[in-house]
Nanobody, 115 residues
Framework: QVQLVESGGGEVQAGGSLRLSCAAS????????MAWYRQAPGKQRELVAS???????NYGESVKGRFTTSRDNAKSTVYLEMNSLKPEDTAIYYC?????????WGQGTQVTVSS
């Protein structure tokens, strides 16, 4: 059973930074592509960033140049470094992966950016 556990959320002022972590267990982490999604109140869940098993990252347009995702296969952990945060980045952030066609999500971590 794949388990994903996010941490690192919190409240920060606009222009600040946060670093989210997602620890994976129950699977061969290094073989997985991983992704970060977010969902703000009243909005659909959107893709923030993804990273392949080989370490190639892609980003949603709204976070390009501000967010960076990385992975540490030895720790089975993926990270999301968020800089120059804006109030519109306020959301619950979820870690995500797919194994054998089945979707797995973490419980989410709240990020709140105040103006």
């Amino acid at each position: 059973q794949v388990q994903l556990v996010e941490s690192g959320g919190g409240e920060v002022q606009a222009g600040g930074s946060l670093r989210l972590s997602c620890a994976a267990s129950g699977t061969t982490f290094r073989a997985h592509a991983m992704a970060w999604y977010r969902q703000a109140p009243g909005k659909q869940r959107e893709l923030v960033a993804s990273i392949t098993s080989g370490g190639t990252a892609n980003y949603g347009e709204s976070v390009k140049g501000r967010f960076t995702t990385s992975r540490d296969n030895a720790k089975s952990t993926v990270y999301l470094e968020m800089n120059s945060l804006k109030p519109e980045d306020t959301a619950i952030y979820y870690c995500h992966t797919i194994l054998l066609g089945r979707f797995y999500w973490g419980q989410g971590t709240q990020v709140t950016v105040s103006s």
